[in-house]
């Protein structure tokens, strides 16, 4: 089988390679235990009468906009940043293989790494949460588990572009997540068309379909797939053009 | 900008058809200017491409690879540029100068990805003789973050070789090496000169001298001179050269070496080191060891004094 993935994605196996058992992982494993350490300290002093609404704040105001870009970030800056740190990509570039594949390749790694590992962390909270719950709550992991799927593609598409843009991809990268979508986008109504966190938000209330919730989505189920499928185009399209004019020293 | 006339061009023995086609390529990073205007052809066989460092030479090979864009010029590789051309990389193996490599990969994932990626046929067949070439069949199964400079050096020429290329290009491929591996790399590269065209970067003259039979010469990023290596060579040895010696009896060692006729000067180093310059480099590096035996002097170290590598470089500028 991995004789199979070597000759089939190469980059692809490679990258997993680099990201296995590093520092990147701890970290993204970190982030995603966050919302289980809430979930751990509401289990200690249950409010029985609400665990929906307590996960659902936990996803809407901390998994969504923070610790999903968060960790999306973290293997997404790293699959050309350490290759350009370490001056190891003309292993890579210097052979007759199309840049969009290398480009999607690697994205495939970041996305094939973290969403598991973020999504056991969501899994471990439902668990905790809904553990004395009899009512069937498998909605809300389902919505949550769409929502980091998508979330973590579109961020890893726009954070791997980053990468190859600017040195400091990494601050860019939380500067986008928490000013841009945070702070600029409850000033300017207008950002929410241009937020990724408002289609991977769109995504959960949709699938969710709970009109508790009376969240303002900016996109509907469709539109929301649509933004997303063209912003990872287009993200995917720069990488591939950057990659080919990139100077590697 | 009119294509050279190959015929002319620096670097290229006459009739032989260039492989690799610099014209007028420069590079420059804001005000500093790594290559200034080089013209230089380089066709099948060794090649060397000479120079001290931060020459330049690393800064041309990745232009030549398409690694960097020229700010300036042209480069052809079998007619076509490299750069954003990756069929290209088919015929091309290049073994570039960062000793980092994936250490988490064996030697053999390694060098096997690397025939992946080019899309090698016999892909197990390929991989084992690129790997016994190199002499690395011992070590291929263990992971590359565990290996020696040298060792790493050569895992890196069995994976620029692996797809069989018609171009290879070194940057200081011998670096790290010790003399056994040195002397089987120069005999690898002697062989892979009979057949492809093989272009080498060092700063090490008399490493030259054993591999290549053409020289390029590049100091302070313009080119100092290209051809034969024995002419150039000979016009090298006309200019001074500074070498310096440790030895049991450094003062004796300068008092015989003071009545040689191939000693310009004689003077001792803080570290007691006898540093002689020479105008005759041949004719001292015969007469040296004559010269200790008559006087019982055991001699336990000589180098070149890198200032005077430099100095030797520029005076090919100069002159």
């Known amino acids: 089988m991995r004789n199979f993935v070597w000759r089939i994605a190469p ?4 990258t997993v390679r680099q990201f296995s058992g590093g520092k990147a ?6 982030l995603a235990l966050v919302p289980t ?93 809904f553990m004395r719950d009899s009512r069937d709550n498998t909605d809300m992991l389902w919505a949550t588990l769409a929502s980091v799927v998508v979330g973590v593609v579109l961020y890893t598409c726009v954070f791997q572009l980053l990468s190859l843009l600017i040195r400091r991809a990494i601050l860019a990268s939380i500067v986008y997540s928490l000013v841009w979508e945070t702070v600029l986008g409850r000033f300017i109504p207008g950002l929410r068309y241009l937020s990724i966190r408002q289609v991977v938000t769109s995504v959960y209330t949709s699938v ?17 797939l649509i933004g997303a499928v063209v912003v990872c185009v287009i993200a995917i399209a720069l990488s591939t053009w950057r990659l080919n004019k990139l100077n590697i020293e | ?125 390929a991989v084992n003789q690129a790997i016994e070439l190199v002499e690395m069949s011992d070590a291929r199964d263990r992971q590359i973050g565990g290996y020696s400079k040298g060792m790493r050096q050569r895992i890196k020429v069995a994976a620029a070789l692996v797809h069989n290329p018609s171009v290879v290009l070194m940057d200081e491929p011998l670096n790290g090496m010790d003399p056994a591996q040195r002397l089987h790399m120069i005999n690898l590269l002697r062989e892979l000169g009979q057949t492809r065209t093989v272009l080498v970067s060092s700063h090490i003259l008399e490493e030259v001298e054993r591999f290549a039979e053409n020289i390029i010469v590049i100091v302070n990023g313009k080119l100092a001179a290209a051809g034969d290596f024995r002419a150039i060579r000979d016009r090298i040895d006309t200019h001074a050269h500074a070498v310096r010696i440790r030895s049991n009896h450094p ?66 500028v100069e002159g």
């Open chain 1, 11 to 14: 980059i692809f196996l490679l």
């Open chain 1, 37 to 129: 350490l809430f979930a751990a300290v509401y289990r200690v002093n249950p409010d029985v009468n609400r665990p929906r609404r307590f996960l659902d704040d936990s996803i809407l105001q901390v998994l969504l906009p923070t610790i999903l870009p968060l960790a999306a970030l973290v293997l997404a800056t790293a699959t050309f940043g350490d290759e350009i740190e370490d001056r190891t990509l003309p292993y890579l570039v210097l052979k007759p293989v199309s840049r969009l594949k290398i480009v999607f390749e690697k994205m495939m790694a970041s996305v094939i790494v973290s969403t598991p590992i973020i999504a056991l962390g969501v899994l471990i909270s439902w668990f905790l949460v």
């Open chain 1, 25 to 30: 992982v701890r970290a993204v494993l970190g």
């Open chain 2, 251 to 316: 003062r004796y060692l300068a008092m015989a070496l003071i009545g040689d006729p191939s000693t310009k000067s004689v003077r001792m180093d803080r570290e007691d080191r006898v540093v002689v310059e020479t105008i005759d480099v041949r004719g001292f590096y015969r007469a040296l060891p004559v010269l200790a035996r008559k006087s019982n002097i055991r001699l336990l170290d000589i180098s070149a004094v890198d200032e005077s590598l430099a100095s030797v470089f520029s005076f090919l």
């Open chain 2, 1 to 125: 900008m009119q294509p050279p006339d190959h015929v002319m061009l620096p670097g290229v023995i006459p009739g032989r058809q260039p492989t690799i086609i610099c014209n007028r390529i420069s590079k420059w990073y804001g005000d500093i200017v790594a290559v200034s205007d080089v013209t230089i052809g380089v066709g099948p066989g060794v090649t060397a491409l000479l120079g001290p460092n931060g020459a330049g030479k690393s800064t041309v090979l990745k232009m030549i690879t398409g690694l960097l864009s020229p700010s300036s010029g042209t480069i052809r590789i079998f007619g076509k540029s490299p750069r954003g051309a990756p069929s290209t990389y088919r015929s091309i193996g290049l073994v570039h100068e960062v000793e980092h490599i994936y250490p988490y990969l064996t030697g053999r994932e390694f060098v096997r990805m690397n025939a992946i990626l080019q899309k090698v046929p016999n892909l197990d067949d």
């Open chain 1, 208 to 224: 969710l379909d709970d009109r508790r919730l009376g969240t303002n989505n900016a996109f509907s189920t469709g539109g929301a």
